[in-house]
C-alpha cells in the first residue's frame, strides 16, 4: 500500500470500519457490513461510545445521507445528482466501502460504454473452442455485484447512450439478468443494488428514459451552503494530499484557503460576498474539487520550486487555469473580476499582483 498513489476507501478507512463494526449491535441488512446508522456516521464522521473519532467524509446535510442509505436498504437504485465537484463519485465510493466492504465494483460511462460493459462479455477464445458455455462468459461488475450481493457503481450514467442505460431496467427491476445463450440467468442475491452518478452539466447529453427513472430514487448533492463549510472540505481534502503525496510544504494558513474559496464562490455565484457587486459568471463549474485542486497545486510549487510556504505567486497560475476555460470569454470575466475585486482588497495585493504578472 506504501506505494500506491490512491488506496479504496476501504483500505484507507480500514480502521475507522472495524471500530464502527465493533459497536453495532443491531440486525444488519442482509449481506451488508454495517448498520444503516453506522453507514451515516462513516460518512458525516462523529465521536463513537469508546470515544474514538470517526472523521466526516461528506460535510453537509446529514439527512441526505441518510435518505440515500435508506434507499440502498430497499429494491430501489440510488442516483447522486449535482454539479460536478460536489463529492458524488466520492460518497458513491464510500457508501459501497461501507455497507459492501467493497468500492471496486465500478463501470465508468462514456459514450463508448457497450451493453457488454453492462451486461456480460464473451472470451472469443473459448466461444470459438467450446460454444457458448458458462466458462466463455465475461462477467461485468454488476454481474458480480449480483452474485454476490453487493454494491455495484456506474459512474457518469448520463454519458452512456440511452439504448445501453436501458439494459439496467430488467436488472433493477426484476433483479435478474438474462443469459439467453445459455438459456439460464443470474439472479441478484439480496445486498446488491446500484449507485450510479450523473451531474448537471450533462442535462440533455443522454437523458434517462422515464422507465429507468423510475427505478432510481435521486438524491441531489449540492454545492456547499457556506464559505466555512467548503473552506473545512477544502482543508481536509488537502490535508490528505499532503500526506500521500508527502509534499515538502507547509500546511496552508486558512487565510489563503479561504481566498481561493472567496474567489471561486464568488465567481460561480456572479456575486461578491458582501452581496455589493455583481460579476460575470465563467464557463466552467467553478466547484470546490477546482479549490481543492488550486491550493494542491499551489503546495506543489511552494514545495518543489519556493520555500515551502504556499503563496500567492504559487497558486496564481492554478487560479486562472480554473477560471479561464474558454480563452476568449472567460479571459474577459476575470480581468474584470482582477480588476473590480481582487484590485480593490487591501490584503488581496499580493494575488492582483501574481495574476497580473501571469496574464
Known amino acids: ?32 457490513k454495517l448498520t444503516p446508522q453506522s453507514v451515516v456516521t462513516y460518512l458525516v464522521g462523529g465521536k463513537l461510545k469508546n470515544g474514538f473519532e470517526v472523521t466526516p467524509k461528506y460535510i453537509g446535510n446529514r439527512r441526505l445521507m441518510e435518505i440515500a442509505v435508506a434507499t440502498l436498504t430497499t429494491d430501489r437504485a440510488l442516483l447522486l445528482y449535482g454539479l460536478p465537484g460536489t463529492a458524488k463519485s466520492w460518497v458513491s465510493e464510500h457508501l459501497a466501502a ?47 455485484a449480483m452474485k454476490e450481493g453487493k454494491i455495484v457503481r456506474i459512474e457518469e450514467l448520463t454519458r452512456i447512450g440511452a439504448d445501453v442505460q436501458d439494459t439496467l431496467i430488467t436488472i433493477l427491476s426484476e433483479k435478474m439478468l438474462p443469459i439467453p445463450e445459455l438459456n439460464t ?10 449507485i450510479a452518478t450523473a451531474n448537471n452539466r450533462d442535462k440533455g447529453v443522454n437523458d434517462l428514459s422515464s422507465a429507468l427513472k423510475r427505478r ?35 500546511a496552508p494558513a486558512l487565510g489563503e484557503i479561504r481566498r481561493i474559496v472567496t474567489i471561486m464562490r464568488e465567481l460561480r455565484n456572479g456575486v461578491t460576498t458582501d452581496g455589493k457587486t455583481k460579476l460575470k459568471v465563467p464557463s466552467g463549474t467553478l466547484s470546490t474539487a477546482e479549490a481543492i485542486s488550486v491550493v494542491n497545486s499551489g503546495l506543489a510549487m511552494a514545495g518543489y520550486f519556493g520555500d515551502g510556504r504556499l503563496t500567492a505567486e504559487d497558486m496564481a497560475a492554478g487560479i486562472i487555469g480554473a477560471v479561464i476555460k474558454d480563452p476568449v470569454q472567460d479571459k474577459i470575466v476575470w480581468m474584470e473580476y482582477l480588476e473590480t475585486v481582487v484590485k480593490t482588497r487591501e490584503d488581496w495585493k499580493d494575488i492582483y499582483r501574481a495574476c497580473r504578472n501571469m496574464m
Request: aromatic share 6%; hydrophobic share 40%; net charge negative.
Open 1 to 32: 500500500m506504501s506505494q500506491v498513489l490512491r488506496g479504496h476507501a476501504e483500505q484507507l478507512y480500514a480502521q475507522e470500519l472495524e471500530e464502527l463494526k465493533k459497536q453495532d449491535s443491531s440486525k444488519l441488512p442482509a449481506n451488508w
Open 98 to 144: 461501507a455497507i459492501s466492504g467493497d468500492s471496486t465494483m465500478i463501470i465508468q460511462g462514456t459514450a463508448g460504454t457497450s451493453e457488454e460493459s453492462i451486461r456480460y462479455g464473451w472470451n472469443y477464445a473459448r466461444l470459438l473452442a467450446e460454444g457458448p458455455s458458462a466458462n466463455a462468459v465475461v462477467e461485468t461488475p454488476v454481474m458480480r
Open 185 to 194: 440467468e443470474v439472479q441478484a442475491v439480496r445486498g446488491f443494488n446500484v
Open 216 to 250: 432510481f430514487n435521486t438524491v441531489i448533492l449540492p454545492v456547499p451552503d457556506s464559505i466555512d463549510e467548503e473552506i473545512d472540505i477544502v482543508r481536509r481534502r488537502v490535508e490528505s494530499f499532503e500526506k500521500i503525496m508527502e509534499v515538502p510544504a507547509e
